[in-house]
């Protein structure tokens, strides 16, 4: 079954580096999205992407973060100086596009735990 | 725009006994509704979606869930609790076509009592 992959499960670094995080969305998806979830909260949704440019971002996304489809498999967010308040799990999410009623669906990742210290 | 409420951050239920989780959900378009279950330092799991389809959606582990639109809920349900059912559960909406821009709902950690 296809899936999504995000790299790496794992990632520490420290305040005011930047962190690059990694996703392969499923090969034919076209709509892209990276989720945050800090430790005991909710998932919260940061920023959506389709035909390579930000269709919806939440006033969460600001200038620190940023988002690139560098390839024809990659979907990437940089978070260019990280803050502790950072560190949190970061899911990566793509769906088809469009309208197969009662198909479409976001398939998420694994997502990353980013711990800034 | 689109938001889900979940009633009860925690729940314990009894080994056995039955586990209902509810779910609200607000939406100007017809929603497409889920529960994911979140383990310990883990990712999230579908556990079952309805999308317009039939009210009534069965999905993995025993679970199932019944879409009322004139109570606007989603509430998930499953007859016997087992120790393995112990996870934190998000409710979510999103809306039908492919852009599925999701929210979730702020998610009940079910505890199971042996």
């Known amino acids: 079954e296809p899936e999504v992959t995000q790299t790496p499960s794992h990632q520490v670094t420290q305040m005011g580096q930047e962190v690059i995080l990694r996703c392969v969305p499923i090969s034919n998806h076209l709509y892209f999205y990276w989720y945050r979830q800090i430790l005991g909260q909710k998932v919260e949704f940061l920023v959506s992407f389709y035909n390579n440019e930000i269709s919806e971002k939440s006033e969460i996304f600001d200038d620190q973060f940023s988002v690139e489809r560098p390839d024809g498999s990659n979907f990437t967010l940089k978070i260019r100086s990280t803050k502790l308040e950072d560190s949190a799990m970061y899911f990566c999410a793509s769906s088809e596009a469009g309208n197969r009623e009662g198909n479409t669906e976001a398939f998420f990742g694994q997502g990353t735990r980013l711990t800034v210290v | 725009a689109q938001s889900v409420t979940q009633l009860g951050s925690h729940v314990s239920v009894s080994e056995g006994a039955l586990v209902l989780l509810r779910c609200n959900y607000s939406s100007s378009v017809p929603p497409y509704l889920f529960w994911y279950v979140q383990y310990p330092n883990q990712g999230l799991q579908l556990l079952l979606k309805?999308?317009?389809?039939?009210?009534l959606v069965k999905g993995i582990n025993g679970f199932e869930a019944e879409f009322k639109k004139s109570e606007t809920s989603f509430h998930l349900t499953k007859p016997s609790a087992h120790m393995s059912d112990a996870a934190e559960y998000f409710c979510a909406v999103s809306r039908s076509g492919g852009y599925q821009k999701v929210t979730f709902g702020i998610g009940t950690k079910l505890q199971v009592i042996p």
């Open positions: 309805y999308t317009s389809a039939a009210t």
